[in-house]
């Protein structure tokens, strides 16, 4: 006290020695690092001469690919990646030789801004204008979700010291497509980006279509595992348009299967509505595909009757053949998550608290494990179960909202209109057109991302590119 009193006495003024000595104790953040000059631009991919003595034979500075650089253009911080680098006359020696980097802008800081990075750029570099090296304040300012909604992921690929942090809004609130090369680490990644996610929110409702059963040993103890033997998604939950695929399929069913089809849609409203009457449900409002519950025996029942009549206004053969396909079917035990219940037990709500876990009871993601399914009715199943997430989520008006990972979607939401099936596609389809509206988010993962439906495909505003080594693929994930 007596020091600092004297020291005022002295008439020094005390603001000026105590910014000096903060200032002397932080030291002063290290220069960037100058790579060069712009001397091309067009649109947001510049082109920039790079000075053979920072990056050339016996420079320090190591530019890659991938790395980050800044220009000012006026108060504006303008940031860039680097895309490409070459050498376009090389020669023997090394000496004067021209070295290019290719750049696409990415985003800036702005006085307005208030240091806060933006993607996007509101003003491009001028010609001439000087390149430095990114410092590691800027990619601290790049990459730094670190204050909002965001799942630490990794290190970033420029500074290794620096943890890497994928935004939880960027993520779900939007689609998003993982897109990358077989092997590329998609999956892996998927099961990172869940666990990250379910550590942060432990009531979140994720459902994985898992087309080769490997999630369920990332996920022990956090996850519900639905395969064939333990799943339950019984026949009335189908619309007719799927109980037909599966019962014709890709069978040579001959002139009478369309015939039996028109008899099963003839049919099954009359069973819906006897299973109505035994609960009091008003019949009125049952219809073709309302998702209320009948027995098959009641339709198998309805046949026989049919074919009892004299006044048949179907050939007996479709019906016999028809009545033969549902027995086969009930029998199968391959189908048996379908066929299976010989008493009607459960109702569509029974079914959505189980499939979309209300309440979450410590497992918030459900594994849907889909290679056990017979291939044959592989595409009706994912209909039916993108179907009802869809419905799951415009019923409870985005009460709680979903997230839905389609692993593999090439195969069964492909571009070429004469593949896959056609309700499974309007169904992916839907939920990428409209599923935001209701707190339901896409997750797209391919390794075929040319072959995906690309109306689908376009609703992504996330984007994870992997390492992809084919030029046409790399042309639609660009696209
Ligand atoms: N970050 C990583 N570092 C090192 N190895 C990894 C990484 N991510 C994944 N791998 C390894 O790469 C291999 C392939 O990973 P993964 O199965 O996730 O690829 P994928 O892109 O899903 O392939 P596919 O398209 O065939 O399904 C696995 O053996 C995995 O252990
Ligand atoms: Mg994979």
């Not at 050498?87 to 980097?101: C, F, H, Q, S, T």
């Amino acid at each position: 006290m007596e020091d600092v009193q004297s020291f005022t006495d002295s008439g020094a003024n005390v603001e000026t020695w105590i910014l000096e000595a903060a200032r002397d104790a932080t030291p002063p953040a290290p220069a960037p690092t100058r790579l060069g000059r712009i001397v091309s631009i067009s649109g947001l991919s510049l082109v920039a001469q790079i000075d053979p003595e920072t990056c050339g034979a016996g420079g320090t500075a190591e530019l890659r690919k991938g790395e980050i650089v800044r220009m000012h253009c006026g108060a504006h911080r303008v940031f860039g990646m680097v895309t490409g680098l070459s050498i376009p006359m090389p020669e023997n020696d090394g000496r004067a030789e021209l070295y290019l980097a290719e750049i696409e802008l990415v985003g800036e800081t702005t006085p307005e801004s208030n240091g806060r990075f933006n993607r996007g750029v509101s003003r491009h570099p001028a010609l001439g204008e000087i390149l430095f090296l990114a410092t590691p304040d800027d990619l601290e300012t790049i990459y730094n979700f670190s204050c909002g909604a965001a799942i630490a992921i990794g290190t970033l690929h420029q500074a290794e010291d620096r943890r890497a942090y994928a935004s939880v809004d960027g993520m779900l609130g939007k689609h998003v497509a993982m897109l990358g090369s077989t092997g590329s680490g998609k999956s892996c990644a998927v099961a990172l980006l869940l666990r990250r996610l379910l550590d942060r929110h432990a009531r979140a409702h994720i459902v994985l279509l898992d087309m080769h059963g490997e999630y369920a040993a990332a996920f022990p103890n956090r996850a519900e595992v639905l395969t064939p033997q333990t799943m339950d998604l019984p026949y009335w939950l189908f619309t007719a348009d799927e109980l037909a695929e599966i019962i014709v399929g890709n069978r040579d069913a001959g002139a009478h299967a369309d015939e039996a089809i028109l008899l099963l849609k003839e049919l099954i409203p009359a069973a819906r509505r006897a299973y109505a009457k035994t609960i009091q449900f008003p019949e009125h409002l049952v219809m073709l595909d309302t998702p209320t519950p009948y027995a098959l025996r009641e339709v198998i029942r309805l046949i026989e009757e049919h074919m009892g009549r004299f006044d048949k206004s179907q050939p007996l053969i479709a019906a016999r053949w028809l009545k033969n396909r549902l027995e086969t079917l009930r029998a199968d035990t391959r189908f048996g998550f379908m066929f299976g219940g010989i008493t009607v037990r459960d109702t569509m709500a029974d079914i959505m608290r189980r499939m979309f876990r209300i309440p979450v009871d410590g497992k918030p993601l459900t594994i849907v494990d889909l290679s056990g399914v017979p291939s044959e009715v592989l595409n009706v199943v994912l209909s039916v179960l993108c179907r009802i997430t869809f419905d799951f989520a415009l019923w409870s008006r985005g009460e709680h909202p979903i997230l839905l990972v389609c692993e593999e979607a090439h195969h069964y939401v492909p571009a070429d209109p004469k593949s896959g099936f056609e309700p499974t596609k309007n169904a992916v389809a839907r939920i990428a057109k409209e599923g935001r509206k209701y707190g339901l988010s896409l997750a797209i993962v391919s390794q075929r991302p040319a072959e995906i439906d690309p109306t689908i495909l376009s609703q992504c505003n996330t984007v994870v590119a992997f390492r992809i080594t084919n030029a046409g693929t790399r042309t639609s994930c660009a696209a």
